[in-house]
């Protein structure tokens, strides 16, 4: 499934790990594996001097060196370029003259407020590109070496944007020899309206129940069918706050002690002019783990 791979690094201590996962991950699929580093012309354009620039063109190289010094140590092979222009254009033009099968980017860390926020330029990949994106945070797992994907999760409800996921946990799971949670998200806000979901009738919380159940029974019915081996955990969680279907996500991701969670950028109830859909993009801000994006294309 993952033939080919583009690392995104721009030497921050985010890009870093991400290419230590990508990397990882490359190594499991046996992937060949691109590492790109921008230089972005905007910056260029600000330099006064020879010496400016040749300082930001040296500021990718390292970054690049410093990734080719992770891959040595792994023994693994890669191929690296430097370009300039809008790293965003850059980065998925890349891809697709690599026909790669995965972009790999770290997340922007946290605001001096403490408030996640999700790098601008990793979400307008995720928006631009049609290729899966694997987005790491950079969150220190007390030296750890070895990837662990032991507890893997798939989210759906059950619309087609969100079943893309599902081929991807297979092959994930497969690799890794993982259990794999599937996980509906029963938003009551959303079926009930804001001012009214405290008075929603049991019976009409009971079909949603049920229609959750259906939509994570189809997706597990799917990966038992591909391989009988794997181990299978479905689950429907109920949500009345005000974040709803992403704070859902991210409380199941803590009580399950999840690895890594693979979701559709977009669910039902998405619209085509939507960047970004609402719950992947919160859920990208919140989580600890690493989260593979996957757009529908068809």
């Given amino acids: 499934m993952y033939d080919s791979i583009v690392i995104a690094v721009d030497g921050s201590d985010e890009a870093r790990r991400a290419a230590q996962y990508g990397l990882r991950l490359a190594q499991v699929f046996d ?95 995720l928006s631009r590109s049609d290729v899966p994106v694997l987005v790491v945070p950079d969150i220190d797992h007390k030296g750890k070496t070895e990837i662990d994907y032991s507890r893997v999760l798939i989210t759906t409800d059950g619309s087609k944007n969100a079943e893309v996921a599902i081929p991807h946990g297979i092959e994930i799971t497969r690799r890794y020899d993982s259990n794999v949670h599937v996980l509906n998200v029963v938003d009551l806000q959303a079926a009930g309206g804001v001012f009214n979901a405290g008075g929603l009738e049991k019976e009409f919380i009971e079909r949603l129940d049920a229609r959750g159940q259906e939509a994570v029974d189809s997706v597990a019915d799917k990966i038992e069918e591909s391989d009988s081996d794997l181990t299978v955990k479905t689950a429907v969680k109920q949500m009345a706050s005000f974040e709803r279907t992403a704070a859902g996500v991210c409380e199941y991701v803590e009580e399950n002690k999840i690895d890594f969670i693979i979701m559709g950028s977009h669910g039902r109830s998405n619209l085509e002019r939507q960047l970004l859909g609402s719950v992947a993009s919160t859920v990208l801000r919140t989580v600890d783990v690493p989260v593979l994006v996957i757009k529908r294309t068809g």
């Fill in 31 to 125: 992937a060949t594996v691109d590492v790109l580093s921008v230089v972005e012309r905007k910056a260029l354009w600000l330099t006064e001097t020879p010496d400016e620039k040749t300082q930001l063109r040296e500021q990718g190289e390292n970054a690049l060196t410093e990734v080719g010094e992770i891959a040595s140590e792994l023994g693994y092979p890669i191929s690296t370029e430097l370009t300039e222009g809008k790293p965003t254009v850059q980065i998925s033009e890349y891809a697709d003259e690599q026909d790669s099968d995965l972009i790999v980017l770290g997340r922007q860390g946290l605001t001096g407020l403490g408030r996640r926020l999700l790098g601008g330029v990793t979400e307008q990949v």
